[in-house]
C-alpha cells in the first residue's frame, strides 16, 4: 500500500518563504516521478512540479519557475518543495502525488500568502 503524508506549509506574507515534505512509503513502481499540485477552489487541480526520481530535470508550471525548487532524497523516501518569493496568487491546498495515473496522493496542506 502506497502512503504519502505531507508537512509543512502554513501562511506567509507575500515575499516569504514556506517548505512542503511529503514521505512516500510503498512506492515500488517506476513512474513519472513524484509531484506537486495545488488546488485553488473554483479551479482544475494544477501540476506544480514534478521530481523525476531518474534524475531527469524536474518540471516546474511556468508561475513557477525561478521561485519554487523540487528535491528528493531517496533515503528518507521524501520529496520537498521549497517556495521562495510567494505571491498571493500561490495560495492553495497544495498535494503530493504519486503512482501511475498520479494514483495516490497525500492529505493535503493549505499555503495562504497574504498581500
Known amino acids: 500500500q502506497v502512503h504519502l503524508v505531507q508537512s509543512g506549509g502554513g501562511t506567509v506574507q507575500a515575499g516569504g518563504s514556506l517548505r512542503l515534505s511529503c514521505v512516500v512509503s510503498?512506492?515500488?513502481?517506476?513512474?513519472?516521478?513524484t509531484a506537486w499540485f495545488r488546488q485553488v477552489p473554483g479551479k482544475e487541480r494544477e501540476l506544480v512540479a514534478n521530481f523525476r526520481w531518474t534524475g531527469a530535470p524536474p518540471y516546474y508550471t511556468t508561475s513557477v519557475q525561478g521561485r519554487f525548487t523540487i528535491s528528493g532524497d531517496n533515503t528518507m523516501n521524501s520529496i520537498y518543495l521549497q517556495m521562495n518569493n510567494l505571491k498571493p496568487e500561490d495560495t492553495g491546498v497544495y498535494y503530493c502525488?504519486?503512482?501511475?495515473?498520479?494514483?495516490?496522493w497525500g492529505q493535503g496542506t493549505q499555503v495562504i500568502v497574504s498581500s
Open positions: 502525488a504519486d503512482g501511475p495515473g498520479w494514483r495516490y
Open positions: 510503498g512506492r515500488t513502481f517506476s513512474g513519472p516521478g
